[in-house]
């Protein structure tokens, strides 16, 4: 038996509601910056259609990244990260900064 749509009684296309919800949660926008994004690529919605879709929709897109991204993980080649160093002079005294990043390029 197939799973029945979730965007079923929308009249927005679930490629807009996607690109809204990840707009909003992948950069540090607000709701209205996301309707003025929107605006100058011509999509007419407003900010609070985008806070609907956001609490109706995040939470399935959020299990549907970490899903891919453990996909992603398992068949490709193993994890890796390396160390980002560097010597930085603070008041005159020498700090030696790293920090460790993952194959996507996110802060471990």
Sequence with gaps: MTKPSPFKWFKTS???IRLAVMLYVRFPLSLRNVEDLLHERGI????????????????????????????????GPQWQWH?????????????????????EGEVL
């Design 14 to 16: 679930p490629e807009i």
């Design 83 to 103: 160390l980002d160093e560097m010597f930085v002079k603070i008041n005159g005294e020498r700090h030696y900064l790293w920090r460790a990043i993952d194959q």
């Design 44 to 75: 007419e919605i407003s900010h609070e259609s985008v806070r609907f879709w956001w609490q109706r929709f995040g939470a399935m897109f959020a299990a549907e990244i970490r899903k891919n991204r453990a996909e992603r993980l398992r068949s």
